[in-house]
């Protein structure tokens, strides 16, 4: 039993090395392109050749220390799903624009799904912290962010409407953290609404698209800085 065995563990011990090392080749390139600038934050989440280190904490670090007030785009133009564009503007409660904001952003896909292979990310805060579709992006000077994206789905066998996660946090603020909802969803009805409503979730109606989109929505943040 031990010399059939030890072949099979040194083979499954080879295959776990060589993905390891792609990952680590993967985020090497990522971490060059972006400081070198010959790529983008955008650019580098929606090529689908890093899609496999999307959900490991050193890339979504890399894309974090990254982050800027471009606009932020998250999935690949392979991704299927409706394409949207989303608006935000982040303000105090006097109404004055936040510039330099952090937003970190995390959803479902088409499927319902945060991760590649399932629903879920079966792991300690697993879909905040290893969401397949998420990005950071900052304020720009009038407070505002602009996200490309697909519109996800609802949870499967859940009558949770679709939504998108949004944490927006500051040195001199406490972390605003909310969910980013759609009129339009046959989910966001009756009681449903009314508790979506109650949780202070954001929902914003269908816009006119631009040229390239599907459907727009714009949403306003407003900050505490107690």
């Known amino acids: 039993m031990k010399f059939t065995l030890l072949p099979c563990l040194l ?3 080879c295959i776990v090395t060589h993905a390891q090392s792609d990952s680590i080749s993967l985020l090497d390139e990522a971490r060059t392109k972006l400081s070198n ?5 955008s650019s580098v989440l929606t090529d689908k050749k890093y899609l496999p280190i999307h959900p490991h904490t050193p890339f979504r670090q890399l894309i974090e220390a990254n982050a800027n007030s471009a606009i932020l785009k998250i999935a690949t133009p392979e991704e299927p799903g409706k394409k949207i564009r989303v608006l935000g503007t982040v303000t ?3 109404g004055n624009a936040l510039s330099g904001i952090l937003i970190y952003l995390y959803q479902t896909d088409s499927r319902g799904w945060y991760a590649a292979n399932a629903p879920h990310v079966s792991q300690n ?6 969401a397949r579709l998420f990005g950071y992006v900052r304020t720009d000077a009038k407070g505002n962010f602009e ?3 697909i519109k996800p789905s609802g949870y499967p066998r859940s009558d949770l409407p679709a939504h998108i996660h949004i944490h ?3 040195d001199r603020m406490r972390q605003y953290v909310t969910e980013l909802l759609f009129d339009d969803d046959d989910r966001l009805v009756g009681k449903i609404r009314e508790q979506a409503l109650s949780n202070k979730f954001i929902v914003a109606k269908p816009e006119k698209a631009s040229v390239g ?7 306003r943040l407003i900050m505490d800085k107690n």
Do not use: C, I, N, P
């Open 11 to 13: 083979f499954w011990s």
């Open 147 to 149: 996200l490309h994206t």
């Open 168 to 170: 927006v946090g500051a």
């Open 37 to 41: 600038h010959s790529a983008t934050v």
């Open 92 to 94: 105090d409660k006097e």
């Open 213 to 219: 989109f599907d459907q727009q929505f714009s949403y």
């Open 125 to 130: 805060e697993g879909d905040m912290r290893h």
